[in-house]
């Protein structure tokens, strides 16, 4: 008998460890919806999703790049056709994707009617649409044009392609593909010592027709584009007489004078090429040292300079095509 009560005390023992184990389990173990919350933050502060986002739509070129990069297609993308005029990477936007108007003035109806997790923009467009685009979705906007010289531009862009990919679960890949980009950095530097150029001056330029005359972006040291070249051994020249905020200043081809000793290496679109047709019997543009000593690079009209690391890395290859293999 006294054996049979101790057994019973034993066992009510052992039921109510185990039934304050699961409570005490039941109170410390995360639930499911805590366990995929995801915060992501831009200039609009802190963005919290009950899950990693799925269904994206990018305002901003520059954050499709990044989704790209990470293996995630967007649902919706602002002025597809620009875009793939401009953004020259693999992989490329696919058919499913749809074009929600304009990056300045995008459609409101057109994201709603996609029903995305998240929506990506960018401060100096999309900073006056927040209250419209929260009412969508979730909305973050990032700013790489830093209001002064001591944030790092190329800094931003890393931590921003970070956030992105966090924002849609892809953390691990984004390391792959910004230490893939590291290892491109090393090998074009190594292509552009071994090359023995005779100068690693450079001025990068963007042309077009300007209102009255052809006008030329000629790119500031802390430009994201100027960045780049430095990490490969190149020297931008070009010193701005103010602090420009999108990393360029804007030029007529007199303006180039002073910069003739350096290497040019330009961007201009096929059909608007000034350089073959306001600038051709330009006497100002013919008599530069650069064009006299045929020191000009044609980067190509698909040469986006401010872009995320799949952009970066395109930009070295056309460098290095222009400047050592087309030498």
Known sequence: MKQRVILALTLALLFLTACSSDKNE????????????????????EVTLDAPAKKIVALEWTYAENLLAVGVQPVGVADIEMYESYVNIEPQLDESVTDVGLRQEPSLEVIASLEPDLIIGVSFRHEGLLE???????????????????????????????????????????????????????????????????????????????????????????????????????????????????????????????????????????DDNIYENQLKDNQVWKNLDFVQENRLYDLGEDTWLYGGPLSAATLLDQIVEAMVHNE
Not at 26 to 45: C, F, L, R, Y
Not at 168 to 177: F, I, P
Not at 248 to 255: A, F, K, L, R
């Open 26 to 45: 039941e109170q410390t173990a995360p639930t499911e919806k805590e366990d995929t919350k995801v915060t992501i933050e831009g200039v609009n502060g």
């Open 132 to 270: 419209e685009l929260n009412s969508i979705a979730p909305t973050v906007v990032f700013n790489p044009y830093p209001d002064d010289e001591s944030i790092d531009v190329y800094g931003e862009m890393e931590t921003t392609f970070k956030e992105v990919a966090k924002a849609v679960g892809k953390e691990s890949e984004a390391e792959v593909v910004l230490a893939d980009l590291e290892q491109k950095y090393e090998e074009a530097k190594g292509e552009i010592d071994a090359a023995d150029l005779e100068s690693k001056d450079v001025l990068l330029t963007l042309a077009y027709s300007g209102a009255q005359a052809p006008e030329i972006r000629v790119f500031t040291p802390n430009s994201l584009a100027s960045k780049i070249l430095e990490r490969i051994g190149l020297n931008n020249v070009h010193e701005s007489e103010q602090f420009e905020i999108y990393g360029y200043s804007t030029y007529n081809v007199e303006g180039l004078v002073k910069y003739e000793e350096a290497n040019y290496l330009y961007s201009v679109q096929d």
